[in-house]
């Protein structure tokens, strides 16, 4: 398959070519607009069992910064919401911009953010492989996270200070102990709506779980994001990696439900 990216000619208009699904019926990200979603009462709280929770490492894999947990058991999970069983997490990464406020690849009434955090969890009850259940329509569920132009966020300074060892594509390195219930906001309010994952392959296998209450990040630490780079160390170019983010795509009669708490 032709390597995938975020430029004029491997960026997201030409992923439907080796990625049909790509014009598919529940494509991510999209803009969500409050006053049309629907509040749901019997949208039940999530929950998020991270108290157990330990990263193994970080890596960059030429499209985002990657850090990785271990699946290996129930230990760290969310359940609740729109979610019929627990999903283990697996990974979180992050999708930015440039200079500016663009970056986030959910908008809200066509609001953009510098950035989004993506906790990726998949349904372990019901699929015995991560690759399979991300190909199922059930399989994965998605937190996303707004980060705000701002303050300086405490919780991220041992996330951006560990990007020098992950600075070319296909680095990887130890990241343990760290646990990313610091980088929740205040409310757990969200929005959620069946989707897809926003990069290749596209699998239309995620619930996404919006959370309406954005963290705040200083463009300092913006601007360690943008020394990662898409190139490899044996590579003669040194493409930073920037504005890794898909745009909205057509809601296609899906309805977004709105939680109270
Ligand atoms: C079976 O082969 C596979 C299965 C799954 C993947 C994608 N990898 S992944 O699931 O971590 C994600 C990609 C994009 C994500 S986003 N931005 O929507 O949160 S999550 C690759 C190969
Ligand atoms: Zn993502």
């Given at each position: 398959r032709d390597p995938w990216g975020y430029g004029n000619e491997d960026g997201p208009d030409a992923w439907h070519k080796d990625y049909p699904i790509a014009q598919g019926?529940?494509?991510?990200?999209?803009?969500?607009?409050?006053e049309e979603a629907v509040h749901d009462a019997s949208l039940s709280p999530i929950f998020l069992s991270y108290d157990y929770c330990n990263s193994i490492n970080i890596y960059n894999n030429g499209h985002s910064v990657i850090v990785e947990f271990d699946d290996t058991d129930d230990r760290t999970v969310i359940r609740g919401?729109?979610?019929?069983?627990?999903?283990?997490?697996?990974q979180f990464h992050f999708h930015w911009g440039g200079k500016g406020n663009h970056g986030s690849?959910?908008?809200?009434?066509?609001?953009?953010?510098?950035?989004?955090?993506?906790?990726?969890?998949?349904?372990?009850?019901?699929?015995?492989?991560?690759?399979?259940?991300?190909?199922?329509?059930?399989?994965?569920?998605?937190?996303?996270?707004?980060?705000?132009?701002?303050?300086?966020?405490?919780?991220?300074?041992?996330?951006?200070?560990?990007?020098?060892?992950?600075?070319?594509?296909?680095?990887?390195?130890?990241?343990?102990?760290?646990n990313p219930k610091i980088l929740l906001p205040n409310s757990l309010v969200y929005w959620t709506y069946p989707g897809s994952l926003t990069t290749p392959p596209l699998h239309e296998s995620v619930t996404w779980i919006v959370l309406k209450e954005p963290i705040t990040v200083s463009e300092k630490q913006m601007g360690r994001f943008r020394m990662l780079l898409i190139s490899g160390e044996e590579e003669d170019d040194r493409t930073r990696m920037e504005n890794n983010f898909r745009p909205p795509q057509p809601l296609k009669g899906r309805k977004v439900r709105a939680s109270s708490n």
């Open positions: 019926n529940r494509q991510s990200p999209i803009d969500i607009i409050p919401g729109p979610l019929d069983n627990a999903y283990r997490l697996k690849e959910h908008t809200v009434r066509g609001k953009t953010y510098a950035s989004e955090l993506h906790l990726v969890h998949w349904n372990a009850a019901k699929y015995k492989t991560f690759g399979e259940a991300a190909a199922g329509p059930d399989g994965l569920a998605v937190i996303a996270i707004f980060l705000e132009k701002g303050d300086e966020h405490r919780g991220l300074h041992k996330i951006t200070d560990a990007f020098y060892m992950v600075k070319f594509k296909g680095s990887v390195a130890d990241f343990k102990g760290f």
